[in-house]
C-alpha cells in the first residue's frame, strides 16, 4: 500500500478501496515506469516484487 500511495500520492483508504489485483496491476506498472525512466544496470530502485522475493 506504501509504495502505490507514495507514488500516487493516494490515500490509505483509496488504496485500500481497490481489489487486490489492481494493487498488484498498479505496482507492477510503478515499477515497470521506474525501470524506463533509469534504464542503468545499476538499479537505484528495485520493483516492489524483486523486494519481496530478496527476504
Known amino acids: 500500500m ?11 483508504d483509496e488504496v485500500l478501496r481497490l481489489e ?3 494493487r498488484r496491476k498498479w505496482c ?3 515499477s515497470r515506469i ?3 525512466l533509469n ?3 545499476d538499479k537505484k530502485e528495485k520493483s516492489i516484487f524483486e523486494m519481496k522475493a530478496s527476504r
Open 20 to 22: 487486490h489485483n489492481k
Open 34 to 36: 521506474n525501470e524506463s
Open 28 to 30: 507492477s506498472e510503478i
Open 2 to 12: 506504501s509504495f502505490i500511495s507514495y507514488y500516487f500520492h493516494w490515500s490509505e
Open 39 to 41: 534504464p542503468s544496470k
